[in-house]
DNA sequence: AGTTTATGCTCGTGGGACGAGTTTAATGGG
DNA sequence: CCCATTAAACTCGTCCCACGAGCATAAACT
């Protein structure tokens, strides 16, 4: 093992970065951004190339002057393993340096029980390993529920209890990246999403229950443990009313189908994300007015984070665009009402999320971001 | 002006940087924590004492082994300005690339009338300006209120409407940096304080309402346009009752001396600090009441702040530190229980903050990080 | 076909990090 | 008191990489 010379892969480590958050970009637009000369531009992209990281495909000409070519992912180069599990099912990638989604896979769970469903996964793990060899360098896993350290803590949706999640690459000596859905989903549009280019950004979803996370330079603010980003459970409303997080009076309960079915004076629904899509089809009055109530609390809690965080975007995913558009006055309302006074000069915008497939994308972000770091590519090219 | 070499000043950044985080750091302390070969050490060191900006004082020895030296700002090096206003004073002082702080100031207003007091700083700065020369590289400002672009938004308790504060550095050519008091103090807490070595600290502060700051690394979240930390401006309790901010049911209503009046059904008080200090001292039984509604408000809207965002540790100043200290128990209580189940195992600490000229230390933090990074010393260097 | 324009390539230069070997300045044991 | 031990500083040859000037190339205009 040779001591890594500080510095040699610094410029290799930003082609990648730049490569990884604009696909498709073209080697004379890296050099541009980078300001690297078009000499040092020759160089990096030769020793990127040389070590397999990436290749170079002719550019469509963009007017006069010599073409330039693109970035690409070299075929020999290493690779993610990109998951997202969901309540009803499960999702695989494989993910190149240049963000490309390969080899999809889609799968529904036979059995919701966690042994069962892991087991699953960590085959996909093998397949992937069988079939990528070396090349294959992470795991990254989006989860419905709060993650610390790899550990699931809870996850209503699932209905599981808490696990160790390291199971599923347990023996094959992969790094795991396990992460919440809401915050890698935020992760997503903070990059190439609604959200792209702002410096701070606030990321929302509504299933059963609120989560979400801030963002600042596409970077989400996880916390001591990995467990950040739980805005649901800020003390918000009714005191007496329990949570099943532990705590009293959560945003949660006010802002999903647990709410809509209390104001409709109707049980816990089995299922609140359907009862939710149920009641929004709805349109008598009383569906309508508890409708406004959840809207009325969504808005004002969003307003409440925007005081505390100042963001330049906020982005919405799930069920919260369907609700706001259902009462969308009712939200302008709340949510400029709710501000401090100098920020309704000009609030900042409220923008549905773009990326359906969030959650698998900001978990193969996650893990491009550590194989583009100098030590990793450092460990890529003595391996070789 | 000759383009700045890639990488030319990366190092001495480096080692700077750890100068302005652990001043009276040894020069062996230093090329070990930047895992950098005593060769390198020495042609660092030697390039940065070229330049003014450091110098070396033999360091008592400290065992066996040849004895290393003190790194220390250079007697010609540069310096910031780091100005800390209050409601009824403001402080100075002239801050070193070695943290230390000189020519402490420290005067009470003879006026609070806006212009009279700016007018007054600029004379600081003008004076600095001339006693340090082109040492001088910047002005920080700490104040109490909302920060935006270096624009007071608003300051209840300078009872100031919004101001432009760059007229004090105007015409100088100074950059000026203007932040909240609260977002500074945290700064310096999660630095050299009772957060120092945290990864996610948040930083809470009582007055007039409450003010504070998530701070990750080291640095504040301060948002899009500095905003960021008015935390005290979250929807928490009852909506019926509109916050001077502009918005309803502000947690900031329920944790100082306006809430205090409030339960002890007396009009809102002149000055809510000295009034909370007073029913403080007082040991009648609805006064007791009146600080157990507060404490309880305060540890549950912190134990939501803890569930948003798995800080390792909180650190609370000013009032915050007495009203706890005087019904820990409900603290405890109101803390633990609002914490989502997971976190009850071993809650985040809730430490008393420890640096009492936080927002001036924290001011002239922020103005270091600045000035030891790449371009700020090949400016330096270019100027010699 | 020649001009314009943007880009890529070659190569000499220089700075800086590295590390092996050497020197220096302290402690501590005999 | 001297010498071994220890930790750190200094010297210097080496290597790597960014830079930029000059040249080559491939397209689009004229």
Redesign the interface.
Same mark, same amino acid.
């Given at each position: 093992m040779n001591p890594v010379r500080?510095?040699q892969w610094? @410029?290799a480590s930003d082609v990648l970065t730049q490569l990884t958050r604009q696909p498709g970009i073209t080697r004379a637009a890296v050099a541009r951004t980078l300001r690297l000369s078009t000499g040092s531009a020759t160089e990096v992209t030769a020793r990127l190339r040389d070590v397999h990281l990436v290749t170079e495909v002719p550019a469509p000409s963009q007017g006069r002057g010599r073409p330039t070519t693109l970035l690409r992912a070299h075929p020999e180069g290493p690779v993610v393993l990109a998951l997202d599990l969901r309540q009803s099912n499960w999702r695989s990638a494989i993910v190149t340096l240049d963000g490309s989604l390969q080899d999809p896979e889609y799968r529904r769970h036979r059995s919701r029980r966690p042994q069962v469903v892991l087991n699953n996964l960590r085959r996909q793990v093998e397949q992937a390993r069988q079939q990528y060899g070396d090349r294959l360098r992470m795991v990254s896993l989006a989860v419905p529920g709060?993650i610390?350290d790899n550990h699931l @803590?809870?996850a209503p949706t699932l209905e599981w209890a808490?696990l160790d999640l390291e199971t599923i690459t347990e023996g094959t000596g992969l790094p795991l990246l396990a992460g919440n859905d809401a915050t890698l989903s935020g992760v997503a549009e903070a990059r190439t999403g609604a959200a792209a280019g %702002?410096?701070?950004a606030l990321h929302l979803i509504i299933e059963v229950g609120i989560g979400g996370t !801030?963002l600042?330079d596409g970077v989400p603010?996880?916390? %001591?443990?990995? %467990?950040?980003?739980?805005?649901g459970?800020?003390? =918000?409303g009714d005191?007496s009313r329990a949570c099943p997080?532990? %705590?009293?009076g959560c945003w949660d309960l006010e802002i999903d189908g647990r709410a809509l079915a209390r104001h409709l004076k109707q049980g816990r629904p089995d299922d609140p994300y359907a009862y939710t899509e149920e009641v929004l089809r709805r349109t008598d009055r009383s569906a309508r007015a508890a409708v406004t109530k959840v809207v009325s609390a969504l808005g004002?809690?969003i307003?409440? !984070?925007v005081?505390?965080?100042?963001?330049?975007v906020i982005t919405i995913g799930g069920l919260a665009i369907p609700l706001r558009a259902a009462a969308e006055r009712t939200f302008k309302e709340a949510y400029e009402?709710?501000? @401090?006074? =100098?920020?309704?000069g000009s609030p900042?915008p409220v923008l549905p999320a773009t990326l359906p497939d969030g959650p698998l994308r900001g978990a193969a972000a996650l893990a491009l971001d550590q194989l583009t770091t100098e030590p990793a590519i450092a460990a890529w090219v003595a391996q070789r």
């Amino acid at each position: 093992m040779n001591p890594v010379r500080r510095g040699q892969w610094q @410029m290799a480590s930003d082609v990648l970065t730049q490569l990884t958050r604009q696909p498709g970009i073209t080697r004379a637009a890296v050099a541009r951004t980078l300001r690297l000369s078009t000499g040092s531009a020759t160089e990096v992209t030769a020793r990127l190339r040389d070590v397999h990281l990436v290749t170079e495909v002719p550019a469509p000409s963009q007017g006069r002057g010599r073409p330039t070519t693109l970035l690409r992912a070299h075929p020999e180069g290493p690779v993610v393993l990109a998951l997202d599990l969901r309540q009803s099912n499960w999702r695989s990638a494989i993910v190149t340096l240049d963000g490309s989604l390969q080899d999809p896979e889609y799968r529904r769970h036979r059995s919701r029980r966690p042994q069962v469903v892991l087991n699953n996964l960590r085959r996909q793990v093998e397949q992937a390993r069988q079939q990528y060899g070396d090349r294959l360098r992470m795991v990254s896993l989006a989860v419905p529920g709060t993650i610390r350290d790899n550990h699931l @803590m809870q996850a209503p949706t699932l209905e599981w209890a808490e696990l160790d999640l390291e199971t599923i690459t347990e023996g094959t000596g992969l790094p795991l990246l396990a992460g919440n859905d809401a915050t890698l989903s935020g992760v997503a549009e903070a990059r190439t999403g609604a959200a792209a280019g %702002a410096g701070t950004a606030l990321h929302l979803i509504i299933e059963v229950g609120i989560g979400g996370t !801030l963002l600042i330079d596409g970077v989400p603010a996880q916390g %001591a443990s990995g %467990a950040g980003g739980e805005y649901g459970h800020v003390p =918000f409303g009714d005191r007496s009313r329990a949570c099943p997080c532990g %705590a009293r009076g959560c945003w949660d309960l006010e802002i999903d189908g647990r709410a809509l079915a209390r104001h409709l004076k109707q049980g816990r629904p089995d299922d609140p994300y359907a009862y939710t899509e149920e009641v929004l089809r709805r349109t008598d009055r009383s569906a309508r007015a508890a409708v406004t109530k959840v809207v009325s609390a969504l808005g004002s809690g969003i307003a409440g !984070l925007v005081n505390a965080h100042d963001p330049d975007v906020i982005t919405i995913g799930g069920l919260a665009i369907p609700l706001r558009a259902a009462a969308e006055r009712t939200f302008k309302e709340a949510y400029e009402g709710g501000l @401090m006074t =100098f920020h309704r000069g000009s609030p900042p915008p409220v923008l549905p999320a773009t990326l359906p497939d969030g959650p698998l994308r900001g978990a193969a972000a996650l893990a491009l971001d550590q194989l583009t770091t100098e030590p990793a590519i450092a460990a890529w090219v003595a391996q070789r």
